[in-house]
C-alpha cells in the first residue's frame, strides 16, 4: 500500500526531509516503524525503539496497533513539551 510519512523536530532534523512516499506491507503503525528502523540510518537512529517517537495516523494520535489502510498519512514526531 502507498503511505504518505510526515516528519516533524526532531525526526524530521535527523532523517533531512519533511515528507516522503512509501510503498509499505506494513499492517500497523508498529509494523511501520519496525520497516522504516529496517531501512538503517539515519532511519535506525530517528525511530529507535529506545527513544519517544508519537505517531498519528490521518491527524489522529494513535498507538502502534493502529491499522494502516492505503493511501493514509503517517506522522512521527517526538513528544511535545511546552511552557
Do not use: C, H
Not at 5 to 10: D, K, P, Q
Not at 12 to 29: C, D, H, I, K, P
Not at 49 to 68: I, K
Request: glycine share 8%.
Amino acid at each position: 500500500m502507498k503511505l504518505n510519512l510526515r516528519y516533524f523536530a526532531a525526526v524530521r532534523e535527523a532523517l533531512g526531509r519533511a515528507e516522503e512516499t512509501l510503498e509499505s506491507q506494513a499492517a500497523t503503525l508498529g509494523a511501520l516503524r519496525d520497516e522504516l528502523i529496517a531501512r538503517g540510518e539515519p532511519y535506525a537512529t530517528a525511530l529507535a525503539r529506545g527513544r519517544a517517537v508519537r505517531m498519528a495516523l490521518d491527524q489522529v494520535m494513535r498507538t502502534e496497533d493502529a491499522a494502516l489502510r492505503d493511501g493514509a498519512e503517517v506522522a512521527f514526531f517526538p513528544p511535545v513539551t511546552g511552557g
